[in-house]
Structures are given as C-alpha cells and as structure tokens.
C-alpha cells in the first residue's frame, strides 16, 4: 500500500509498504478514506519536535471503514465508518477514566512516564504507524475507535480527529466564561477552530492573531476581530482594544515554530528578543534541513508565549496547545507570576471531545470543514506537504484522499 514515509528531517516520500496487520485482540484494521496533514507534522518535518526514527508511516488524523477486527473489539464491526482519535489510549487506566486520554499510563510502549501515544510521531511517542496511508492499525480500538453518524460526512468528521476537538480543549482549558474577551494567536487550523469553540463556550469577543491574508480573512469570517502582526504591534492592538485591560484569556495556537514580525512596529520592540530565539532555536532545532523556502523552522519560538502573557488582563488565563517539544525551556514566568495568570496546557484528550463535537456538527451548531480548503489524492500528498508548510496562499487544511485520482 501507499504511504508518507519520514525518512529524515526535510526528508518525506510517498512509499510502497507492507499492509497493516492485527497484531492484538484490541486491535482494529481501517481503511482510510480521508486523512489531512497537520502542523504538527510539519514540526516533525522541519525538526522542531523530537526525534523521529526513519520508517515512521506519518500522519494521526484520519476517518475510515473498519475492515477487520481483534477479537476484543465489541464496539464496531467491519464496514462500519470511523473517525480515528489521533492519541492512542487504553480507556480503563485511572488517567483515562478521567478523561486524561492524552496521559494514558499504558498505551506507550515506553511506559507511564513517557508522555502521550499517538499516530506518526516521534520514536518516545510509540511510535505508531500513523494514519496517511491507504490502511491503518488503530491499537486499543475497542475504546478509541468512535463511529461517525450516517448524517455527518467524511470531511466534517475528519476534523474531529485531532484538530476540532485540540480546538474545543485549548478554549475549554482557558476557562472561558460568558461574555469573555479572548485572544486566539495563530490563525492555523487549529486557530480557527479555536475561535469557533471560544463563540460556542460564550465568548463575548474573540480577537485573532496571525498574518497571512487567507487565513486573517477566515478569522473575520468567523467573527474575529483580525490583527495581523506585520501592519502592528499585536499587544499595543490588543491593548487598545480593550481600553487598556487586556484579555480576558489567551490560547497559544502556534507552538514552537512561531516566527517574529519581520517589518512594522512589533519588529521594532521586539528586537531585544531576536538574540535570545536565536538561542533558544539552537537548542531546539540543532539539525534543521531546509530546503529553499520549505522545512524552515520558525525563528522564534517563544514569541507566543511572550505576546500571550503580555496580552492577558490581570488574574486572566493563559491556554497552550501550540506544541513545544521538552527542548523548549523559555518561558516569562516572572510577567505571569506578577500579572497572578492561570496556565493551563497540553495534548488533546481527543477521546473525550470526539463524540459531543460529532453530535454538535450533527446538529447544525458549527461547521469545522469550512476551513478545509484543500482536497488531495494521497498520492500527492508530497507537493501538498510542501504548499502546505509554505503556507501558500489559500492553503488553510488539507484532506488527503487515497481514492482520489492525481
Ligand atoms: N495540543 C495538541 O494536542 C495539539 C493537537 C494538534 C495540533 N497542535 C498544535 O497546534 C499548533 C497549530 O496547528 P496548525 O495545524 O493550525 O498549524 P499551522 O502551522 O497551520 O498554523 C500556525 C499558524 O500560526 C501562525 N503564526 C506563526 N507565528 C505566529 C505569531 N508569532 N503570532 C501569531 N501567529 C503566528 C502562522 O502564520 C500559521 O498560520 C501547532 O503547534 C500544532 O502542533 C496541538
Ligand atoms: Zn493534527
Ligand atoms: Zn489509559
């Protein structure tokens, strides 16, 4: 079968491997039918997050047709369509009858210590073959696996894999209340759908960060009130817009490969920083491969974390679920212990969201494929990685399709 191999940092093609077996009873064999490619996968590729052993089939979001099943799996049968939770957990650990699925004490094969399991990722994280490939082994599906009403489609339900449901928990995590006024930084994905979620938890006003034209313009579609980061400097904005107080919360959707203003007023103040990301990305990223204007690492990885704090209100509360790898050691602690802000972060427990979200789009409440702009057939999904990491205008979220025709 087809799939996107990692073989080195800058270093992806599309393979030939081996099909998938059933290697344990809880296991489940799916056939994908539409995966998409993420901006974790485009740290991975850069070389800003962990250490990927070459053969890793990449990729954790994806929705299929179950085609065989381990004998302890009671949940689905064969034929059934599924969407795929990208962390991997076993369900009746103490830390995943809490809903703590990211935590989970047994599915990483590196033990309770080891942090979270999930598809594609790198070698601490399983690994596991990941998902952009024409078939899959999801482990633990008697309890991971969630079935995908007939009334939700493919791409709706593709998003509640990883990035709808990471979305809804970095504005759950941020505590928001009615009538809050919230900065989303990082107008991704997974920043949309964040500003999605902040409205659907009551937000008042949300205020969004980024600077690419198509994705700023998504955010307004969405109801943001749009910064981009080159035309101002993002905290005086966000300051003046909140007479001065600042926001209520903050949620942190970029991660590690933040990149700072490179012309107008925020490139100005924030030139006493410049030496220190250049440090920090020496720790972080000791062996990027770059190649023209594709796997550039971002050129400051703690930027984010900066603005958010200095954005927040007093007492206000900081969300983090733009990923940093354990290299990343900066961060303002004094502001944010001055300020008294709540930090809240971490990876998804995608488990846990998965069906309300299926049932919320069900429903009508929102429409997460409104940012999916991009439908490829798997076996582009090289060019379509490289657009996609390039941010090329329009690019927003990309579905691969195995079945698709090139
Ligand atoms: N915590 C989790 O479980 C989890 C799950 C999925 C994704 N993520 C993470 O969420 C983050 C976003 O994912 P995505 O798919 O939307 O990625 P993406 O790379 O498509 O989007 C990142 C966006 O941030 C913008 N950006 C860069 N520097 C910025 C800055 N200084 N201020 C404001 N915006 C800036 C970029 O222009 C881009 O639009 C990534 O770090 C990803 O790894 C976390
Ligand atoms: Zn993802
Ligand atoms: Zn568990």
Same mark, same amino acid.
């Given at each position: 079968?087809?799939?996107?191999? %990692?073989?080195?940092?800058?270093?992806?093609?599309?393979?030939?491997?081996?099909?998938?077996?059933?290697?344990?009873?809880?296991?489940?064999? $799916?056939?994908? =039918?539409?995966?998409?490619?993420?901006?974790?996968?485009?740290?991975?590729?850069?070389?800003?997050?962990?250490?990927?052993?070459?053969?890793?089939?990449?990729?954790?979001?994806?929705? *299929?047709? #179950?085609?065989?099943? *381990?004998?302890?799996?009671?949940?689905?049968? !064969?034929?059934?369509?599924?969407?795929?939770?990208?962390?991997?957990?076993?369900?009746?650990?103490?830390?995943?009858?809490?809903?703590?699925?990211?935590?989970?004490?047994?599915?990483?094969?590196?033990?309770?210590?080891?942090?979270?399991? %999930?598809?594609?990722?790198?070698?601490?994280?399983?690994?596991?073959?990941?998902?952009?490939?024409?078939?899959?082994?999801?482990?633990?599906?008697?309890?991971?696996?969630?079935?995908?009403?007939?009334? $939700?489609?493919?791409?709706?339900?593709?998003? =509640?894999?990883?990035?709808?449901? =990471?979305?809804? %928990?970095?504005?759950?995590?941020?505590?928001?209340?009615?009538?809050?006024? #919230?900065?989303?930084? *990082?107008?991704?994905?997974?920043?949309?759908?964040?500003?999605?979620?902040?409205?659907?938890?009551?937000?008042?006003?949300?205020?969004?960060?980024?600077?690419?034209?198509?994705?700023?313009?998504?955010?307004?579609?969405?109801?943001?009130?749009?910064?981009?980061?080159?035309?101002?400097?993002?905290?005086?904005?966000?300051?003046?817009?909140?007479?001065?107080?600042? $926001?209520?919360?903050?949620?942190?959707?970029?991660? #590690?490969?933040?990149?700072?203003?490179?012309?107008?007023?925020?490139?100005?103040?924030?030139?006493?920083? #410049?030496?220190?990301?250049?440090?920090?990305? @020496?720790?972080?990223?000791?062996?990027?491969? !770059?190649?023209?204007?594709?796997?550039?690492?971002?050129?400051?990885?703690?930027?984010?974390?900066?603005?958010?704090?200095?954005?927040?209100?007093?007492?206000?509360?900081?969300?983090?679920?733009?990923?940093?790898?354990? =290299?990343?050691?900066?961060?303002?602690?004094? @502001?944010?212990?001055?300020?008294?802000?709540?930090?809240?972060?971490?990876?998804?427990?995608?488990?846990?969201?998965?069906? @309300?979200?299926?049932?919320?789009?069900?429903?009508?409440?929102?429409?997460?494929?409104?940012?999916?702009?991009?439908?490829?057939?798997?076996?582009?999904?090289?060019?379509?990685?490289?657009?996609?990491?390039?941010?090329?205008?329009?690019? $927003?979220?990309?579905?691969?399709?195995?079945?698709?025709?090139?």
């Amino acid at each position: 079968m087809k799939a996107v191999v %990692f073989h080195g940092i800058g270093d992806i093609r599309l393979d030939d491997v081996s099909m998938p077996r059933i290697k344990d009873p809880k296991d489940a064999i $799916v056939r994908i =039918t539409a995966s998409a490619i993420c901006g974790t996968d485009l740290h991975m590729v850069r070389g800003t997050l962990g250490d990927m052993k070459p053969g890793t089939i990449l990729g954790h979001e994806g929705v *299929g047709i #179950v085609e065989e099943v *381990g004998r302890e799996v009671r949940n689905v049968r !064969p034929g059934d369509r599924v969407v795929i939770p990208s962390t991997i957990a076993c369900g009746y650990c103490s830390y995943c009858r809490c809903g703590y699925y990211a935590q989970c004490d047994i599915a990483n094969p590196h033990g309770p210590q080891a942090g979270t399991a %999930f598809f594609g990722g790198p070698a601490a994280s399983g690994p596991f073959d990941g998902l952009q490939a024409e078939w899959a082994r999801v482990p633990f599906a008697n309890a991971g696996l969630v079935r995908i009403p007939d009334a $939700v489609p493919d791409d709706q339900a593709l998003l =509640t894999s990883d990035i709808f449901p =990471t979305a809804y %928990f970095g504005a759950s995590i941020a505590e928001i209340r009615e009538g809050n006024t #919230v900065a989303v930084f *990082g107008c991704g994905p997974v920043g949309l759908l964040a500003i999605a979620s902040a409205h659907l938890l009551g937000a008042g006003r949300v205020i969004a960060v980024d600077t690419i034209p198509s994705r700023l313009e998504l955010a307004r579609e969405l109801q943001a009130e749009a910064i981009d980061f080159n035309e101002v400097d993002p905290v005086e904005a966000i300051h003046s817009l909140t007479g001065g107080i600042g $926001v209520d919360r903050a949620i942190d959707a970029v991660g #590690v490969d933040a990149v700072r203003p490179g012309h107008g007023p925020g490139s100005r103040h924030g030139r006493k920083n #410049v030496s220190k990301f250049q440090q920090e990305l @020496k720790e972080i990223a000791p062996r990027k491969k !770059p190649d023209g204007r594709n796997w550039v690492p971002g050129d400051a990885p703690s930027q984010v974390l900066i603005w958010g704090v200095d954005a927040l209100a007093k007492a206000g509360t900081l969300s983090i679920i733009g990923v940093y790898p354990e =290299t990343a050691h900066a961060f303002p602690i004094g @502001k944010a212990m001055e300020k008294n802000l709540a930090i809240n972060m971490g990876n998804c427990h995608h488990r846990r969201f998965i069906p @309300k979200l299926l049932r919320l789009i069900r429903n009508g409440s929102v429409n997460p494929a409104a940012i999916l702009t991009q439908h490829q057939p798997l076996s582009s999904a090289i060019e379509a990685y490289k657009a996609f990491d390039r941010r090329q205008p329009g690019w $927003v979220k990309v579905e691969l399709e195995p079945a698709l025709q090139a």
